[in-house]
């Protein structure tokens, strides 16, 4: 069966840090997709990426960074020089469905809080 | 307006109603979806639709029910609700294809009494 573990329930980090979220997954299918979202305190849901289990390649966008291993099944999630507008709660999703979004389970999420 | 809406943003209904929460989108996007959040379930995908008149279950569909006569709209019923199926509804939408994004609506914040 499928499983997404976010260890990191709430990370505090300083303004300007580095912060790494960590997910993990499980699944037997070879082919998936992985995918993070953002929820800021606000409560709207934003979709940060997509992966699926041919590409791993690590993605970068702006101070965003993903690393995508499939030899320990884990997608974690770099934010560099993290600013206060990056508190929000992160969740790593994974699909092994026909299609990318088919049969998708989410992590639990972690609360990053970004302190100025 | 342009993006994806979902009504009503708020709900509050009784227990045995009916209700419908509405999802709208302006990109003819292919794919739409209806999530729901909860404190300790976390995002649990309900169902979705590829195309207009194709929909599909997800993870907890039961008590739900869906129609996509039209590509733009997606409508999920609770034919008769539940407490247990108070929670924030979310809408969404994306083209599916490599690299595409997924675009949420603002959310439909359910109370069954």
């Known amino acids: 069966a499928q499983k997404v573990t976010q260890a990191q329930t709430e990370i505090s980090v300083v303004e300007k840090e580095d912060v790494t979220l960590d997910c993990v997954y499980e699944t037997r299918d070879t082919t998936y997709y992985l995918f993070w979202y953002k929820q800021p305190p606000s409560g709207e849901l934003v979709f940060l990426i997509r992966?699926?289990?041919?590409?791993?390649q690590n993605e970068i966008s702006g101070r965003y960074s993903w690393n995508f291993q499939k030899s320990t099944s884990s997608f974690n999630f770099t934010i560099t020089a993290s600013q206060v507008v990056d508190s929000a709660v992160y969740f790593c999703a994974l699909s092994e469905g026909k299609t990318s979004y088919d049969k998708v389970i989410f992590g639990p999420g972690t609360s990053l809080s970004v302190i100025p | 307006d342009a993006g994806i809406t979902q009504s009503p943003r708020y709900k509050i209904t009784e227990t045995g109603r009916q209700v419908t929460l509405m999802c709208h989108q302006t990109w003819s996007h292919s794919y739409m979806f209806w999530y729901r959040q909860d404190l300790g379930h976390g995002l649990r995908l309900i169902y979705y639709s590829a195309a207009a008149d194709i929909t599909d279950k997800g993870e907890v569909p039961d008590g739900y029910v869906v129609s996509r006569s039209k590509t733009e709209n997606f409508p999920l019923t609770l034919e008769s609700a539940t407490r247990s199926q108070t929670s924030v509804y979310f809408c969404a939408s994306s083209e599916d294809k490599g690299g595409d994004e997924q675009f949420f609506g603002p959310g439909t914040r359910l109370t069954v009494l």
């Open positions: 992966r699926n289990s041919f590409d791993e």
